[in-house]
């Protein structure tokens, strides 16, 4: 295709974004015209995709990070034939595939995109797979919007895909000089952004992003560039070639005052259709064969804590699965990742302090087909819980796990307590939410982990803890284990973890003073097993929840929502964590929070005092 032909293909672009917007009566069609040019040299000349085939393993990998631009996607996917125009114009509509930010509801949208500062690291993680796993020359193309280059993630991104050398890996900053609400930090001064990324190890490019011939030789330039990653720092217009919109204020966001004139300043409808340029042929990946994992096992009366249990059945699983991968924020010593690192060094991804990056190329590598796992502290994974939100949006398989959690870590105090992990994680929708409290129970989970779908987590915790079960014992997602029980049990102690260990202590104590109890491992805290706690509940008149976590959104809350549904509901307790913890050794913080068995036994004569037993 000629340069005038790249300029009218980009007009076409323009008019396309133009359209859609109206129709919809909203969207971001400034947005999207500032990048036309850029969007038509790249398809036009450089991207190498087969629209009929999305899963080719040599696929060109296109993230718009700025995916308030989706009417510019949409209107390439027009241009190449993939949708046509009836579908173009039911952008936002109920039902459509064309949403108001991109998701994988279309074949060639590997990730949803829209939380501004999510595509580059994300599309660092699949130029880690192309460059480390798959080995296939494909090239990641993220176009990213100048406003975003302020979030941290995405130094986060640049600074880590700089350490890995990623050369596969192009950024196209869209510099159109204005945010949402006025000017950006930097405006038009492009030398801003290239000091700053070439202060990260990157080679920088920076033209007029409405100069075709100029913006082809950048692209040019950058797939050339080997052993580091390249940035086209574009300078555009937003609302280019529209005088009533283009560089103005208060546009953003909105469609055109008179989208009909703006179309006939455009030049018109036109109709181009664009031959993308073929993959080159690629083998698909291999090493991904599956065997049954020969998972550690632990002789029940020993102790081990769950995060080692993690460790050593991970390393299981990586030998007889050649698809999982695992990365850690430079705490894999301390959540045991390090066995993995240590038998699959190949398979391993250390992200450093940067959890967001960590979750974001957790992202990426499940996109390009492997099976990630990925592990910090539990209570550092809240910086990263935008990118879980957006993974649960994406569509997204990953595995997350937090090691450290709650007040049982003891003298390092509360900064390192993750109390907060388990709502964070019940709250993505189609999660699922794992807490087990020995070691043969954890790397029965882990190993079921692999398969499932969406966001998984796994609780782990620090302290070595008894071995309650056998290694052949099975644990059912969505299922639970009750440990104790009797025809004459006047409560159900429901715990998950650290505290199930200190509900068999707790029941104990009170079966010494005539008090029978039941004691139920809610090892799934999402799915929850609704049969089993309404089983008890009938049984036992009431039900008492104990946890080292915030009484917010974590068990307790899970236990009452299976009796949101109508059925009557028993007496419910809840034992929580809810004073701030300080520096004190395990045990002295599990009594400080009421959730020891002492302060359990406590609470279950108490209730069970006001408790009339059928």
């Known amino acids: 295709m000629r340069d005038e032909e790249l300029a009218e293909l980009g007009q076409q672009l323009r008019v396309d974004s133009v359209r859609v917007a109206d129709a919809a009566g909203s969207g971001h069609p400034t947005s999207s015209m500032s990048a036309a040019d850029l969007a038509a040299v790249l398809l036009a000349r450089h991207l190498r995709y087969d629209f009929q085939d999305p899963d080719n393993p040599a696929n060109d990998r296109l993230i718009f990070s700025k995916g308030h631009a989706s009417p510019l996607l949409y209107a390439l996917y027009k241009a190449v034939g993939a949708v046509d125009d009836e579908e173009l114009l039911t952008f936002r509509r109920l039902g459509s595939r064309l949403e108001g930010h991109p998701t994988p509801r279309l074949p060639w949208v590997d990730v949803a995109t829209g939380s501004l500062g999510q595509g580059l690291p994300v599309g660092v993680g699949m130029a880690l797979a192309g460059k480390y796993l798959d080995q296939v020359p494909y090239r990641v193309w993220v176009l990213s919007g100048d406003s975003e280059m302020a979030e941290g993630s995405v130094w986060e991104a640049v600074e880590h895909a700089s350490y890995e050398k990623l050369g596969n890996l192009t950024l196209i900053v869209d510099v159109n000089r204005l945010g949402q609400r006025g000017p950006t930090r930097h405006q038009h ?17 920076e033209v007029d992003g409405h100069d075709v011939e100029a913006v082809d030789k950048a692209f040019t330039e950058a797939v050339q560039v080997e052993g580091r990653p390249t ?57 991904r064969d599956q065997d049954r994992a020969e998972l550690p096992r632990f002789e029940p009366g020993s102790a081990e804590a769950t995060r080692t249990a993690y460790g050593r059945a991970l390393a299981a699983l990586g030998s007889a699965r050649g698809d999982v991968v695992a990365l850690d924020g430079e705490v894999s010593d301390s959540t045991r990742a390090a066995y993995f690192k240590k038998e699959h060094p190949d398979r391993f991804f250390e992200c450093y302090i940067a959890e967001q990056q960590l979750v974001a190329a957790a992202v990426g590598l499940q996109a390009r087909g492997w099976v990630p796992f990925a592990s910090s502290f539990a209570a550092f994974l809240t910086r990263a819980h935008d990118f879980v939100r957006m993974a649960s949006v994406s569509r997204a398989g990953i595995n997350v796990v937090g090691s450290h959690a709650g007040v049982a870590i003891g003298e390092d105090g509360p900064s390192q307590m993750g109390l907060e992990d388990l709502a964070m994680f019940r709250a993505v929708h189609g999660s699922t939410v794992l807490y087990p409290c020995d070691a043969n129970q954890t790397a029965r989970l882990v190993s079921a982990m692999a398969d499932l779908k969406g966001v998984r987590y796994l609780r782990t915790t620090r302290a070595e803890t008894p071995v309650i079960y056998g290694p052949d014992e099975d644990f059912p997602v969505g299922g639970s284990k009750v440990l104790l029980r009797s025809d004459d049990d006047r409560a159900t102690i429901v715990a998950a973890g650290t505290t199930v260990h200190e509900a068999l202590r707790a029941a104990d104590v009170l079966a010494s003073d005539g008090i029978p109890v039941r004691v139920m491992d809610l090892y799934s805290v999402k799915p929850v097993d609704v049969d089993t706690l309404n089983e008890a509940a009938g049984a036992t008149g009431c039900l008492i929840t104990v946890e080292d976590h915030h009484p917010e959104g974590g068990i307790g809350d899970a236990v009452a929502e299976a009796f949101s549904d109508g059925r009557p509901v028993p007496r419910l307790a809840r034992l929580a964590v809810r004073n701030m913890p300080a520096s004190a050794a395990p045990e002295e913080q599990l009594h400080a929070s009421g959730i020891d068995a002492e302060s359990i036994a406590a609470a279950v004569k108490l209730l069970v005092e006001q408790t009339v037993v059928p």
């Open 231 to 287: 940035a086209v720092i574009a300078a555009t217009r937003k609302g280019r070639g529209v005088a009533a919109v283009e560089d103005q204020e208060g546009k953003h966001g909105k469609p055109l005052p008179d989208a009909e004139a703006a179309i006939q300043e455009l030049g018109g409808p036109r109709f181009i259709q664009v031959d993308v340029q073929a993959p080159p042929p690629a083998r698909a990946p291999s090493g």
């Open 189 to 205: 001064d492009l030398d801003a952004y290239a000091r700053r990324l070439r202060a990260f190890g990157w080679h920088t490019v």
